[in-house]
């Protein structure tokens, strides 16, 4: 694998781009709204990538006028050979056209399952990207409370600190002496970016070139696997084969997403998000949603939670979008989304629950029926 590939001078002026990435929860996105409120990305489009059924963390991100494409398709480095590419591709021939206002600037949300080698490779690598972009750095959030299992668990996570520019450390004030801990592992794992608190200025979070200098031997490594990755994925394709990019997450990881048509019982929903949390919270990687409650149907309330912590919600003053139904998207690890299903259809009122394993769930709905 060679250098970094430099910019031909004969070239428009490239378009700085930054990586946002960090696990599920860890405050990607409340970061992000607090970006784009900074006159310095103005005029920024916002790709947005998520890993589940139902799309919500576009809804989410409050300052996006027209600049704001999603990748749905499933998690960004699984697709990164096909979305993404054609995504930054299509959105440079729009804007060299005059077809979508000029922009200045590109960020990324990854979704929180990100490897971000793939990406990575595909940004500063790709013969055609790495002239028109710019790739400042990688800005990863970490989860003070949740990162030390976090890394434990996830690969994912660790690649996402290793190959960071800037670490943003949130919930500090949730962690107490932990935090310090954590930091200790977060700098033996990338020695060279500097740690900002939640409240950074987001213009100090932009600027600079991304570059291997500082980080791990692994992080170069890791590069040129994805290099072999894309020779064979390329290779195949001359050939007239299809390839696609393998689930790089464990089995165990599933997202789904709950809903209801009908407003949600208060009591109900409060009841249901308490016995998730408390019996199943080290499985319950990541919690989202907006419920419309029965008592105040017309004003959504948008539900964060990881693992045990679920955050106070807040209610929207009016729904984003025309899709007013309840929709609660999860990430979860060894925890059947069918037992998850069934146990918010009997707090709903509708239980659907048959067969041998049906007595079990009523006489426990804390038990995973079959395990």
Not at 24 to 49: F, S
Not at 235 to 247: A, E, I, S
Request: proline share 7%; aromatic share 4%.
């Amino acid at each position: 694998m060679t250098e970094l590939s430099k910019p031909d001078p004969r070239a428009p002026e490239p378009i700085p781009l930054t990586v946002l990435t960090g696990f599920l929860g860890a405050g990607k996105t409340t970061l992000l709204n607090r970006m784009l409120r900074d006159p310095a990305l103005t005029d920024t489009v916002v790709i947005v990538n998520e890993f589940g059924e139902i799309g919500l963390d576009h809804l989410l991100i409050e300052t996006i006028d027209e600049g704001m494409v999603l990748l749905g398709a499933g998690c960004l480095c699984c697709t990164v050979r096909g979305d993404l590419i054609a995504t930054l591709e299509d959105l440079l021939r729009k804007r060299d056209n005059g077809r979508i206002q000029p922009f200045r600037r590109v960020v990324i949300e990854t979704t929180g399952l990100a490897d971000p080698a793939p990406i990575l490779h595909a940004l500063i690598y790709h013969p055609y990207l790495v002239i028109r972009y710019r790739l400042q750095g990688v800005v990863t959030v970490v989860d003070a409370v949740n990162g030390a299992s976090t890394l434990d668990a996830h690969a994912e996570a660790v690649r996402q600190v290793a190959v960071a520019d800037q670490i943003v450390v949130t919930k500090r004030d949730l962690a107490g002496e932990d935090g310090d801990a954590l930091e200790t592992r977060l700098r033996a794992l990338n020695p060279s970016a500097p740690f900002r608190d939640a409240s950074v200025p987001p213009s100090e979070l932009l600027g600079g070139l991304f570059g291997l200098d500082g980080k791990s031997d692994d992080v170069r490594a890791w590069l040129g696997a994805e290099a072999e990755r894309a020779e064979h994925h390329d290779h195949g394709h001359h050939h007239g084969h299809h390839h696609h990019d393998v689930n790089r997450h464990d089995a165990a990881i599933r997202a789904f997403s709950l809903t209801s048509d009908a407003p949600v019982p208060r009591a109900a929903f409060e009841m249901f998000l308490d016995l998730l949390r408390s019996s199943h919270g080290p499985n319950l990687l990541r919690l989202k949603g907006l419920v419309a409650l029965a008592d105040a149907p017309e004003r959504p309330l948008v539900v964060h939670g990881v693992q045990h912590v679920i955050h106070a919600p807040v209610h929207l003053a009016a729904w984003p979008d025309a899709d007013h139904r309840s929709r609660l998207v999860l990430i979860v690890r060894d925890l059947d989304p069918a037992f998850v299903t069934r146990l918010w259809d009997a707090f709903l009122g509708r239980p659907r629950v048959d067969g041998p394993d049906a007595a079990a769930l009523t006489h426990n709905p804390l038990a995973i029926p079959g395990s």
